[in-house]
T-cell receptor, first 113, second 116 residues
Framework: QKEVEQDPGPLSVPEGAIVSLNCTYS??????FMWYRQYSRKGPELLMY????GNKEDGRFTAQVDKSSKYISLFIRDSQPSDSATYLC?????????????FGTGTRLTIIP | DAGVTQSPTHLIKTRGQHVTLRCSPI?????VSWYQQVLGQGPQFIFQYYEKEERGRGNFPDRFSARQFPNYSSELNVNALLLGDSALYLC???????????????FGSGTRLTVV
């Protein structure tokens, strides 16, 4: 069993829709949670970072963490064609910045104009 | 400000050959990590260096090695290349602070290695 599970998709939604992306994890040591966006032929770009259960909002993006269920989500409101990319969840055990990241497989998202 | 720079961007090698990939971190960042991303998969951790010392190693064979230089740039070396080593190799830099919330990892665009 992988430490981090993520539905690879692909996921296609119409422009303006709310997108929900999810990951589950099995390692209770994970305390820091991130969402990265990766465009084709580019490196991952950090979108959201959180370390506590609950919601964190940044513009059109909301990250949600439920440590009791070992489940994290990323919501994208008012989705735009420029949001089309692969979204990777990532986790680390401690001291973010000096700790390895464990990634999910990534979900490929397409926003249809 | 320059981001994380990696060279070369693309590389084609033959099975059994050796390859060296290079990474320059963001100015002021002292930690460099290497990840391997096979097509259709998430990045897998290979190595982390902080202040020129190895701080972590992933589940990769000894054919993979790395080092960090006094200017915090880094090299990833892979010996005896196999077809399965074909992947995007990503370098990530960070301040390396142990106090957390220090801005996170910044990834380069990667080196795409094809082994034929």
């Amino acid at each position: 069993q992988k430490e981090v599970e993520q539905d690879p998709g692909p996921l296609s939604v119409p422009e303006g829709a709310i997108v929900s992306l999810n990951c589950t994890y099995s390692n209770s040591a994970f305390q820091y949670f991130m969402w990265y966006r990766q465009y084709s032929r580019k490196g991952p770009e950090l979108l959201m970072y959180t370390y506590s259960s609950g919601n964190k909002e940044d513009g059109r993006f909301t990250a949600q963490v439920d440590k009791s269920s070992k489940y994290i989500s990323l919501f994208i409101r008012d989705s735009q064609p420029s949001d089309s990319a692969t979204y990777l969840c990532a986790m680390s055990a401690s001291n973010f910045g000096n700790e390895k990241l464990t990634f999910g497989t990534g979900t490929r998202l397409t926003i249809i104009p | 400000d320059a981001g994380v720079t990696q060279s070369p961007t693309h590389l084609i090698k033959t099975r059994g050959q050796h390859v060296t990939l290079r990474c320059s971190p963001i100015s002021g960042h002292k930690s460099v990590s290497w990840y391997q991303q096979v097509l259709g998969q998430g990045p897998q951790f290979i190595f982390q260096y902080y202040e020129k010392e190895e701080r972590g190693r992933g589940n990769f064979p000894d054919r993979f090695s790395a080092r960090q230089f006094p200017n915090y740039s880094s090299e990833l070396n892979v010996n005896a290349l196999l077809l399965g080593d074909s992947a995007l190799y990503l370098c990530a830099s960070s301040l390396g602070s142990r106090t957390g919330l220090d801005g996170g990892y910044t990834f380069g665009s990667g080196t795409r290695l094809t082994v034929v």
